[in-house]
């Protein structure tokens, strides 16, 4: 009975923030075997606060509209900080496995379709449309389940939450143990006309500023992209719909942009089809049309 009270409250997606901060912290205490990780003791600081929000969770959701909302979206907004790690975890590691990846690429395409791709095909056209579908990464991962909890769906917008909680947990994890920096850091940049469009110089701006090293392997930006998209197909056709376009160039502007080999697209889509399989188990409740009046109790 007692642990029965202990767990009333957490969530799916509670249990597996807790989970992979459990691992992370892992992988930082694991670093001590070497030299250790410049910094370690912000890295658990900040695990220690994540699983303060994590216990605090279920109490915000009783607190009213905003600790409702704040108590479910918590893991989608720690997303920068999360993945900003990964770059510190990874890059104390100091192996990588692209050379590894590279043969795979090679086995699987025949070639390493990252490095020519932008060079044999360098389309004005073509570079500024994928590279804008990558620039949507974000507005993908928050669309569905913004859309979904707007409209008073909130089961729906919880599931999909979870979904894309898990996928990112699931590629993480393989960042930490497994770290690949991918074809921007393994490769000399292409400079041609696809590259001068105004959405791939801000795509690099950014990655300069934001990129996490060792975390090609698989795309998280695939994977997640595709399992938001597809939960919104499931949940809110229209808005995934809407969706799919973005979610197919971005699949295509990740390895045409260099920013991942084809086999780290390929490993991101199998992450996704099996998470969306295991969703399909998954139900969530439909209180009302999602064509009525969107609800005021954000």
Not at 43 to 61: D, G, K, T
Not at 121 to 134: E, G, I, N
Not at 261 to 284: H, K, N, P
Request: hydrophobic share 55%; with cysteine.
């Amino acid at each position: 009975m007692a642990l029965k009270t202990l767990w009333r409250g957490y969530t799916a997606v509670d249990i597996a923030t807790g989970a992979y901060v459990a691992i992370a912290t892992g992988a930082v205490l694991y670093a001590f075997r070497g030299d250790g990780i410049p910094g370690w003791p912000w890295l658990l600081s900040a695990h220690a606060l994540i699983l303060a929000l994590v216990l605090l969770a279920p109490r915000a959701r009783r607190a009213g509209p905003l600790g409702r909302f704040l108590g479910d979206w918590y893991p989608m907004l720690l997303l920068p900080a999360l993945y900003g790690e990964i770059g510190v975890l990874t890059l104390s590691a100091g192996f990588q496995n692209d050379l590894l990846i590279q043969r795979f690429e090679t086995w699987v395409f025949g070639s390493q379709i990252s490095y020519r791709w932008i060079r044999e095909s360098p389309d004005l056209l073509l570079s500024w449309v994928l590279h804008a579908c990558y620039l949507a990464y974000y507005p993908i991962l928050f669309a569905a389940p913004f859309a979904l909890w707007m409209a008073g769906r909130r089961d729906a917008s919880r599931h999909t939450i979870f979904a894309v909680m898990a996928t990112f947990y699931l590629c993480y994890v393989v960042f930490l143990f497994f770290p690949v920096a991918g074809p921007r850091y393994a490769f000399d940049g292409a400079q041609n006309l696809a590259t001068d469009v105004w959405p791939a110089r801000f795509a690099a701006w950014l990655l300069d500023r934001g990129d996490s090293w060792g975390a090609a392997f698989p795309s998280s930006h695939v994977a997640a992209s595709v399992v938001a998209t597809g939960m919104a197909l499931r949940y809110w056709r229209a808005v995934g719909l809407v969706l799919l376009p973005f979610t197919a160039g971005l699949i295509l502007a990740v390895v045409y942009g260099q920013f991942h080999y084809a086999v780290d697209a390929l490993a991101g889509l199998i992450v996704a089809a099996v998470m969306l399989g295991i969703m399909q188990t998954a139900e969530a409740t439909e209180p009302q049309p999602v064509a009525r009046r969107l609800v005021s109790d954000v």
